[in-house]
Each structure stands twice: as C-alpha cells, then as structure tokens.
C-alpha cells in the first residue's frame, strides 16, 4: 500500500470495471471493491447465492478446476474463490452461498 497513491493509479482496475459494465452488463450485480492495497486488483462479490458466481466464471473463461472452495459460519456458507485476468486488471471473483446441510468445517477447508 502506498499513501501517496493517487486515482490514476487505479486506473487499471476502473478501466476493467468500465469495460465489464459494456461487456458483460448483463450478468447479475456483484458487489465491486478496488484498494490501494492492492492497486491492480478489481473485487467482484455475489452474495446472493452461487449461480451468479457460476455465471460470473463462465464469462470470464476462468476454469472450474481453479475455483477455490471452503465453509465459513459454522458450515453453513460456502465460498468459491477465483481469479482472472480482464483488461489488464487481477479480477478476484468471489461467491457465497447457503449450504443445504452444514458441513464440518474441517471437510471445506480444501
């Protein structure tokens, strides 16, 4: 992180979301960070189950078997976790969803 960061450099990762909004503006709304800590890095979260995420994934060309999962909440959450390149920005794809039963966390924690 640098505290003497400015707007333009995050340019990278506005640039993408800028372009995800034409390109792909029509998938569901994910929740959209961007940080200085990491400056080339576009956030995009969906909380509202894992069929967004999938829809997210697929567009994005990131392949299932890099798609990283575990529970949280006593297992009754899951997270997918996965990362792509877009427009020369680090997209961090994240979705959560209910699981059915839950699961022992440490059986999610692969």
């Known amino acids: 992180m640098s505290e003497n960061l400015t707007l333009d450099d995050l340019a990278v990762p506005?640039?993408?979301l800028r372009l995800l909004a034409v390109d792909l503006g029509?998938?569901?709304a994910?929740?959209?960070?961007i940080s200085t800590i990491y400056p080339d890095r576009l956030e995009l979260s969906l909380h509202s189950g894992?069929?967004?995420?999938?829809?997210?994934?697929?567009?994005?060309g990131a392949a299932a078997e890099d798609v990283n999962y575990r529970v949280q909440n006593g297992g009754r959450?899951?997270?997918l976790r996965?990362?792509?390149?877009y427009a020369g920005a680090e997209l961090e794809l994240i979705g959560y969803g209910d699981v059915d039963a839950p699961v022992p966390?440490?059986?999610g924690a692969a």
């Open 14 to 16: 506005l640039r993408a």
């Open 26 to 28: 029509h998938l569901p």
């Open 30 to 33: 994910p929740t959209v960070s």
């Open 50 to 60: 894992l069929p967004g995420f999938e829809a997210w994934r697929e567009a994005l």
């Open 77 to 79: 959450t899951c997270v």
């Open 82 to 85: 996965t990362t792509a390149a």
């Open 105 to 107: 966390a440490e059986a």
